[in-house]
């Protein structure tokens, strides 16, 4: 099963199957029990399209993975356009699938999540269906305290 397709399912499970382990400021971190994964998340505060968008940094320690960067645009995309994530003076690019995007390796989530850490900002900019470009921005103010807490949380510690 692909990567986008799993973390997609995990953000479709009822909200009664989550604790919350804290909101940091526009970030909130979250803990499922089956299966245990752990995410922090939060909701553009400018958005580029109608749909509710997101961005999520997530740990699922039976899948090995560990602060992987998920992103539901807040627009379906143009198939035919890249989408890139902007932090600072850092820009990636992300893989994609109509609305959801993601890093393309963890090399990627590891340099990603290290330009959140110390940028106050981030984009996700794309081509949406009709030839528009929209954007995304997000706050990252109290992001990196929300992704360590996912992180311990799914660690045990």
């Known amino acids: 099963m692909k990567f986008a397709v799993l973390l997609a399912l995990a953000f479709a499970a009822p909200v009664a199957a989550r604790d919350t382990i804290g909101i940091y400021k526009g970030w909130g971190a979250f803990y499922d029990a089956s299966p245990a994964r752990c ?3 939060a ?12 961005a999520s940094v997530a740990t ?19 198939r035919s356009a890249g989408v890139t994530l902007t932090i600072g003076e850092r820009r990636f690019a992300l893989v994609a699938n109509g609305l959801d995007a993601w890093a393309g390796d963890a090399p990627s989530d590891r340099a990603i999540v ?4 110390s940028g106050r900002s981030m984009s996700v ?7 528009r470009p929209f954007v ?12 360590d807490a996912a992180v311990l949380a799914c660690s045990g510690g």
């Open 39 to 41: 995410f922090a998340i």
């Open 43 to 54: 909701r553009p505060v400018m958005a580029g399209g109608r749909a509710s968008g997101f």
């Open 60 to 78: 699922w320690p039976k899948r090995g993975l560990r602060a992987s960067l998920y992103v539901r645009l807040s627009r379906e995309r143009d």
């Open 114 to 117: 290290a330009a959140m850490r």
């Open 125 to 131: 900019e794309a081509v949406g269906v009709g030839g």
């Open 136 to 147: 995304d921005v997000y706050a990252l103010s109290g992001g990196a305290t929300a992704i």
